[in-house]
């Protein structure tokens, strides 16, 4: 069974950072397709990140050089740092492994397949 | 491509028919997957690539269209469906979410 678990969010000023961590069980991080999902209180959903199991990596336009996503294979865990953050990036943060990947690719994908519980990550002065 | 839900709210009654709309700005296919979210919870994936049941999701329900227009249905609302429903693409990237429709109990 895939169980994932996000800890790292918390309170932080404008302009601070923040790193978030997904530990990951049921599944090898080095070699799955994850992502980050982050949902601002009250609203929708939106992708913010994903990582291909060659080390491929997407960013959404709002955080494209800011946030990075990475991943320790040794620790089996997926993170997401974050700078220059703003209150914008109020959000829950929600890591995922993609459906529909596969052979160095998302050819069927991605979907979002598996979900951690979400952590809150607050940016307020 | 963005994605549009409607309704965004929607009252029913258990053992009711529903049906969510999404519509793409743009044909994406059948590239598309539904979830389901509960308050203070995860999103749950229900479908993917517009028709395909996500595997312990119960029958009732549905995924159908390809293209621009989709719906997802659920044959008879039960008391555990009382929730927000999202559509998401991956026709490309960015990947997109719908803006949701909430279900509650009429």
């Known amino acids: 069974e895939v169980q994932l678990v996000e800890t790292g969010g918390g309170l932080i000023h404008p302009g601070g950072s923040l790193r978030l961590s997904c530990a990951a069980s049921g599944l090898i991080v080095s070699s799955s397709y994850m992502g980050w999902v982050r949902q601002a209180p009250g609203k929708g959903l939106e992708s913010v990140s994903l990582?291909?199991?060659?080390?491929?990596?997407i960013y959404a336009d709002s955080v494209k050089g800011r946030f990075t996503i990475s991943r320790d294979d040794s620790k089996n865990t997926l993170y997401l740092e974050m700078n220059s953050l703003s209150v914008d990036d109020t959000a829950v943060y929600y890591c995922a492994n993609l459906g529909g990947c596969g052979g160095g690719g998302c050819s069927s994908g991605p979907y979002f397949d598996h979900w951690g519980q979400g952590t809150l990550a607050t940016v307020s002065s | 491509i963005q994605m549009t839900q409607s309704p965004s709210t929607l009252s029913a009654s258990v053992g009711d028919r529903v049906t969510i709309t999404c519509r793409a700005s743009?044909?994406?296919?059948?590239?598309l997957a539904w979830y389901q979210q509960k308050p203070g919870k995860a999103p749950n994936l229900l479908i993917y690539?517009?028709?395909s049941l996500q595997s312990g999701v119960p029958s009732r329900f549905s995924g159908s269209g390809s293209g621009t227009e989709f719906t997802l249905t659920i044959s008879s609302l039960q008391p555990d469906d009382f929730a927000t429903y999202f559509c998401q693409h991956y026709h490309s990237y960015p990947l997109t979410f719908g803006g949701g429709t909430k279900v509650e109990i009429k």
């Open positions: 743009q044909s994406i296919s059948s590239w």
């Open positions: 990582i291909y199991s060659t080390g491929s990596t």
């Open positions: 690539k517009a028709s």
